[in-house]
């Protein structure tokens, strides 16, 4: 069985299921006595902790370096206005403005500075929490409110992966830059889905995003409806796998609205989950 394994639970939209598949794959391996880690990539806003409740150990204040002008130093030159390809920082009538939201944190304002006006300072975008929880190692991002620095956040919680064992990333919906940031480098990717219009469309923009990564990937079908065939029609005509089917059931919705486990509330789950990373495990790259 493959170790040292990489899992990341991605979706074209949001609302699919994708931190309920992520929370009991977590929950299911760790319970056949593997080393597993769940990190919530999703830092804009993280759930998996209403679901796997865990204890906090540690948090980390997150931040990244803003570029901060000596007004007495600058001589207004712009160069650091036309490289910085952002509009983080400009020249209005010789002084500099700085706008912290839009800056990258790429340094190259400095480097082009001829009189050393620009000096970095620290600003900080959110927090990484680290815990445990029944077995889980516990990870997340939470992005201050208002900040957009998304993938740097997401990053410094990537940096607390395990090196011996199971990970798995629940990343942000969608198939942004943080997207990108959250599935990169990762062994395989799930992409959850729903057998809905917007859930296909989605999807498909998902499985082109992974095809562009190099990643291998399969699909779970969430809510899945035996009326609803447009994912499985459309998964069977690209070679897709479908790998599991989470039926469209009332009291699976009812175990989820209290943040309870599927796999807790319906044991008969628990092998499906194991399964399912039993035959993902095989693309270890």
């Known amino acids: 069985m493959a170790e040292n394994f ?15 598949i992520a929370t009991n794959l977590a929950c299911a391996i760790s319970q056949t006595g593997k080393v597993v880690q769940y990190l919530d990539c999703d830092v804009e806003e993280p759930n998996g902790h209403i679901f796997l409740k865990p204890q906090i150990e540690k948090t980390s204040s997150v931040t990244i370096g803003v570029p901060e002008v000596d007004e007495e130093l600058c001589n207004g030159c712009g160069k650091c206005g036309d490289l910085c390809q952002y509009n983080a920082i400009v020249c209005l009538k010789d002084k500099p403005l700085v706008f912290d939201q839009l800056c990258h944190s790429c340094g190259g304002c400095m480097l082009v500075c ?28 939470r992005l201050k ?3 957009i ?7 410094n919680v990537k940096g607390n992966s395990i090196k011996d064992g199971i990970v798995i990333i629940d990343a942000p919906p969608g198939t942004s830059c943080p ?17 809905t219009p917007f859930g296909l469309n989605d999807l498909k923009l998902a499985v082109g995003m992974v095809i562009e990564l190099g990643i291998p990937f399969a699909v779970v079908i969430n809510r899945s409806d035996a009326s609803e065939k447009m994912v499985n029609d459309y998964c069977s005509e690209q070679n897709i796998q479908v790998i599991l089917e989470v039926p469209d059931e009332r009291r699976i919705a009812e175990a989820y609205s209290v943040g ?9 789950y628990k092998k499906d989950f194991i399964e399912l990373y039993e035959r993902v495990s095989s693309y270890k790259r």
């Open 114 to 141: 001829p009189t050393g006006a620009i000096k970095e300072k620290a600003k900080e975008i959110g927090f990484v929490d680290i815990g445990s929880a029944n077995g889980v190692k516990f990870g997340r991002g």
């Open 179 to 195: 997207v990108i940031e959250a599935i990169k480098e990762s062994d395989f990717v799930l992409l959850v889905t729903e057998p």
């Open 6 to 20: 990489t899992i990341a639970i991605a979706s074209g939209k949001g609302g699919t299921g994708k931190t309920t």
């Open 145 to 147: 409110i208002g900040d």
């Open 149 to 155: 620095h998304t993938p740097s956040l997401i990053k």
């Open 260 to 268: 309870n486990m599927i796999i807790d509330t319906f044991p008969e």
